[in-house]
């Protein structure tokens, strides 16, 4: 199995190309510089998720369409193969477990979030929404300028075409389960 890095290359690339844009247009559309896009096209380093959100608006399209493995008519995903994505300095990893493609409107995530880790997201595509459970620790989510005390054993929804935001404020690793439903 290909790692992330090397899945979300070939995507970016792939996307690029077909949407006929040289590197440079791309740099311009999302504010990434085109070293950097280089860099993450041959699979080099490790692109954090608001710098692949970048790139998604960018191109304006959906993020998971950057993380989307090859297709097969099943699938079997173990955390344990599957390599995150980094926000705060690794204190939030994001595991794309089911990533969208153009046949399904959602995407499934597993996230790890450590004591005192804070994640901003960039708006999603107009229309989007989360759908989150926590299965252990309490987080603060801000959303659409509310913030929400979300815990264990607690489910929430919310637009997610503006910012919002994740914060960790318990003592102990909050592990939570992420839907994004896209329109």
């Not at 998720?49 to 960018?58: A, D, P, R, V």
């Amino acid at each position: 199995m290909d790692t992330m890095n090397i899945i979300v290359a070939q995507n970016i690339k792939r996307l690029r190309e077909e949407n006929k844009l040289s590197m440079e247009e791309l740099s311009r559309l999302s504010g990434v510089s085109k070293s950097m896009l280089a860099q993450i096209e041959r699979g080099d380093g490790n692109p954090t998720i608001s710098t692949l959100w970048k790139i998604s608006n960018g191109m304006k399209v959906p993020f998971d369409a950057l993380t989307i493995r090859p297709k097969s008519p099943y699938e079997l995903v173990k955390l344990s193969d599957t390599q995150p994505l980094y926000e705060d300095g690794g204190k939030v990893r994001n595991y794309p477990v089911f990533p969208d493609d153009e046949d399904r409107r959602f995407a499934a995530y597993y996230l790890e979030l450590d004591p005192g880790s804070y994640w901003e997201s960039e708006p999603h595509l107009k229309g989007t929404e989360e759908f989150i459970t926590i299965f252990s620790g309490t987080m603060e989510i801000l959303a659409d300028s509310r913030k929400f005390q979300v815990q264990k054993g607690e489910s929430i929804r919310f637009k997610a075409d503006t910012v919002h935001s994740y914060k960790n404020i318990g003592e102990e690793m909050t592990i939570l389960h992420m839907i994004l439903f896209n329109p």
